[in-house]
């Protein structure tokens, strides 16, 4: 919405008293509520979605889809080898299990249990702080927003130094940072979509053979106007958005 005063102040208050979770938290994945956990849902063996949950698409170790990979190129370019959120905890393996697929990258976050009731992380504090850091590197304070950043990167990153950036090149980095620090956890097409800016995948990228280019205003990007709002109200009744039918 382009309020960044109010942006920062509400991510600052929802981190408030927060404990960040450790380097060695982070490299454990993220199958039980730790330090950092703001909201998730508890789950349990008859309630959960089994096979349908984020977990079985994500790890490569059991059984599960699988199918979810991470950008190769993205990750040797962008991930320092001291960094724990890339290399190992990217490379499938077999130090902790056969994997279903031995090879890439792959994102060990998220464990699929065998009695599907893993948790399901929805929020937690790191992303409050990069909130933060990316409005005060808007619209407020830059030095907050360095601070910030620094926080979430010398937690990953022994080797961490303080940005020295400003203007856009702090923001570039930011969301830069938000996608090393996000990654499957649901964040990277919202923020496409915010930042207006095109879904691209290459050959090089790894696992995928075909290109693809989706530009941020291709009526693909947009979810369907849903049934009961359209039900609702006679006047966007015949509004559904392109590709959805009527």
């Known amino acids: 919405m382009g309020n960044w005063t109010e942006a920062s102040a509400a991510a600052q208050r929802a981190f408030a008293g927060v ?26 063996a008859d309630d959960s979605n089994g096979f349908l949950s984020v977990h079985s698409f994500y790890d490569t170790r059991r059984l599960g889809y699988s199918s979810l990979r991470i950008d190769i190129e993205f990750i040797d370019n962008n991930f320092t080898a001291t960094d724990i959120r890339g290399i190992p905890l ?22 699929h249990n065998p009695n599907f009731n893993q948790a399901e992380m929805l929020m937690r504090a790191s992303e409050m702080y990069l909130i933060a850091a990316e409005a005060e590197a808007r619209g407020g304070d830059p030095a907050l927003a360095r601070t ?5 990167q010398s937690r990953a990153d022994v080797n961490a130094v303080i940005s020295t950036n400003s203007g856009q090149a702090l923001i570039d980095e930011i969301i830069l940072e938000r996608r090393k620090e996000l990654y499957a956890e649901g964040h990277a097409y919202f923020d496409l979509q915010r ?8 050959p090089a990228g790894g696992h ?15 979810s369907p106007i849903p049934q009961f709002e359209l039900d609702a109200n006679p006047v966007i009744r015949a509004q559904q958005n392109p590709g959805y039918g009527s």
Request: proline share 5%; no cysteine.
């Open 19 to 44: 404990t960040l979770m450790s380097a060695e938290e982070y490299a454990a994945g993220f199958d039980e509520p730790n330090s950092e956990w703001l909201l998730s849902g508890g789950v349990t």
């Open 90 to 111: 990217l490379r499938a393996s077999t130090s902790t299990g056969l994997p279903i697929v031995s090879t890439g990258y792959v994102s060990n976050k998220w464990e």
């Open 148 to 152: 910030l950043l620094f926080d979430i």
């Open 195 to 202: 930042l207006q800016k095109d879904l691209v995948r290459t």
């Open 208 to 222: 995928y053979a075909d290109p693809l280019n989706v530009p941020f205003n291709d009526f693909r990007r947009l």
